[in-house]
Structures are given as structure tokens and as C-alpha cells.
């Protein structure tokens, strides 16, 4: 079976259910936007040297796939409510690794860091798309909780990563040049 059918979309696709919508859609942005922070994420593991970030990335990851899966059709249930329990539960086991945090940090370090905070920025977008979704066609209040969630895990994992590969965390100056 080819990827393509040769005659083109005309800028519609399968809406999950047998029928057409636009790829403009509220849905769809949002789709979209879970899908390229997926991919984000898929970059950040390539620079992974620890495999205590690689295996929340993969769970992450493996999350998004369920996500989009019952976004594209509410009625699929395949993402639960237990993901967003795993990503609290991270994110206090993640931040029991970290020195405090005193104030705001600048978004850089390691190159797998930069790219994690780099996944937390798209997941943010992603966030904004699907809160859209949620004000023009409702959506489950499972989706926005986990992908708001999902940016502070983001971030803290951004910060585990510089701290095991030896990056001191830069605060943003404030001051004029």
C-alpha cells in the first residue's frame, strides 16, 4: 500500500469517523501541533545519555500517540486519565533530583536539554491550539490538563538533563545594555 493516492486532498482529510474536513480546522491544528511536538521530542532522544530521560521521553512519546489517536475521535479512549497521574508523579520524582529553583532560568544548556526545552515551547503552542479546539468544539478536560502538565515535566526534565551533564543553569538579566 503506497503512502499517497496520487490524486491530491484538495486540502481536506479523514476526520476519523468516514468523513472529510479541512486541515484548517480547530481539530486538525491541534492534531498538528501534538504531532510536531512528538516529533521534537523525537530529536531530544537522539541527544539522550541517560536512560532515565530517554525512558520518560519514550513514555511521553507513546503518550502522544494515544492522545492523538482520541482526539482525532473522542470515542476511541485509548488516553487515559492515568497518563496525566504518571506525569505528576514524574515531575515530583524529576524535581527531587534538582536544586531548588530561585528564579527564571534562560532556556539553554546541553544540546539535549535546549532541544527539551525547545519540545516545552511547541508543547505550550500545542496547548493554545487545543484550548482553540476546546472553545470552538468542546474537547474532554483530560486533554487540556495532561498537555499543561506535560510543559512543566517538559521543563523539569529540561533542567535534569543539564544538571546530569554538568550545565549550570543562567538566569535571565534584566538590566539594560
Same mark, same amino acid.
Given at each position: 500500500m503506497s503512502i499517497y493516492t496520487g490524486?491530491?486532498?484538495q486540502g481536506y482529510t479523514s476526520d476519523g469517523k468516514g468523513g472529510r474536513v479541512s486541515?484548517?480546522?480547530?481539530?486538525w491544528n491541534a492534531l498538528g501541533a501534538v504531532d510536531e511536538l512528538n516529533s521534537v521530542i523525537g530529536v531530544a532522544r537522539s541527544f539522550t545519555e541517560h536512560e532515565k530521560i530517554d525512558s520518560n521521553l519514550k513514555k511521553i512519546q507513546n503518550h502522544l500517540h494515544r492522545f492523538?489517536?482520541?482526539?482525532?475521535? /473522542?470515542n476511541r479512549e485509548k488516553f487515559s486519565e492515568e497518563s496525566i497521574g504518571w506525569v505528576e508523579d514524574t515531575i515530583d520524582e524529576v524535581e527531587?533530583?534538582?536544586?531548588?529553583?530561585e528564579s527564571f532560568i534562560l532556556m539553554n544548556g546541553c544540546r539535549q536539554a535546549?532541544? !527539551?526545552?525547545?519540545?516545552r515551547a511547541?508543547?505550550?503552542?500545542a /496547548?493554545?491550539? !487545543?484550548?482553540?479546539?476546546?472553545?470552538e468544539e468542546g474537547v474532554e478536560e483530560k486533554f487540556m490538563r495532561y498537555i499543561n502538565r506535560l510543559s512543566d515535566l517538559l521543563f523539569v526534565l529540561g533542567r535534569l538533563s543539564n544538571h546530569k551533564n554538568g550545565f549550570e543553569e543562567e538566569t535571565p538579566d534584566y538590566?539594560?545594555?
Open positions: 490524486e491530491g486532498d486541515k484548517d480546522s480547530a481539530r492523538t489517536a482520541d482526539l482525532i475521535s /473522542e527531587k533530583d534538582l536544586p531548588g529553583l535546549a532541544q !527539551i526545552f525547545n519540545a511547541v508543547c505550550r503552542r /496547548e493554545r491550539r !487545543i484550548i482553540n479546539l476546546k472553545n538590566m539594560e545594555d
